[in-house]
């Protein structure tokens, strides 16, 4: 099947500066990438849609300026919370869409636990 | 999509079958089932997905019925470490365009020792 690698799993940062973290697929390419946010007790919340070479679909809400999401390669996408402050923190997680319907899911990375300080 | 309902909590003998069900009346002819869980503090993990046939792999069985309104999924020898959110899905698969996957609630089952 297909694997997705997130990095960093953990980060804690201080408010005011910015946290980018990557998420790669590693035996597929990924056209069409994911973001979601989930906070404690609740269900993951799609923050994005990334589309390698393009510029990135927002959900309702959720700030285009902060979130900052670059798909430059067809196995990379890159989430930067800028200006991080505390209510950002979160477990954020990316997906990948697989290229077409076939035996196996989106499949998801591991997740970063990002705090805010 | 599809919008999805699923109990809130489920209790499972370990060693035991664990059916979880999910209700998606309202599925349209294009629609997958899609089953993900999520174990705490971990990204989602794909299980299974069906259109109508049923479906198994080596996670577990998928049974959609035949009006397709309704899914279940079998867990046929629960153990502890299947303690998780499971997250039943309706999605329909395009080739390209914003369909991220939308997650409900989901079932929280736990499996008892």
């Known amino acids: 099947g297909a694997v997705v690698s997130q990095h960093p799993s953990r980060v804690i940062c201080k408010s005011g500066t910015s946290v980018k973290i990557e998420c790669r697929s590693l035996d597929f390419q990924a056209t069409t990438m994911f973001w979601y946010r989930q906070f404690p007790k609740q269900s993951l919340m799609l923050m994005a849609t990334s589309n390698e070479g393009s510029k990135a679909t927002y959900e309702q809400g959720v700030e285009k300026d902060k979130f900052l999401i670059n798909h430059a390669s067809l196995t990379l996408s890159t989430l930067t919370v800028t200006s991080a402050h505390p209510e950002d923190s979160s477990f954020y997680i990316c997906?990948?869409?697989?290229?077409?319907?076939?035996?196996?899911?989106?499949?998801f990375g591991s997740g970063t636990r990002l705090t805010v300080v | 999509d599809a919008k999805t309902t699923q109990p809130p909590s489920m209790d499972c003998a370990e060693g035991r079958a664990a059916n979880l069900p999910c209700n998606h009346s309202?599925?349209?002819?294009?629609?997958?089932v899609y089953w993900y869980r999520q174990i705490h503090s971990q990204g989602p993990q794909y299980i299974i997905h069906?259109?109508?046939n049923n479906e198994t792999n080596e996670m577990a069985s998928l049974i959609i019925t035949e009006d397709r309104k309704s899914s279940t999924l079998i867990l046929p020898h629960a153990t502890l470490r299947d303690t998780a959110v499971y997250y039943c899905?309706?999605?329909?698969?395009?080739?390209?365009?914003?369909?991220?996957?939308?997650f409900g609630k989901g079932t929280h089952l736990i499996i008892q020792p």
């Open positions: 069906g259109l109508k």
């Open positions: 309202t599925i349209s002819g294009n629609e997958y």
């Open positions: 997906s990948a869409k697989p290229p077409r319907q076939g035996s196996y899911g989106y499949t």
């Open positions: 899905i309706v999605l329909s698969y395009s080739g390209g365009g914003a369909d991220g996957l939308t």
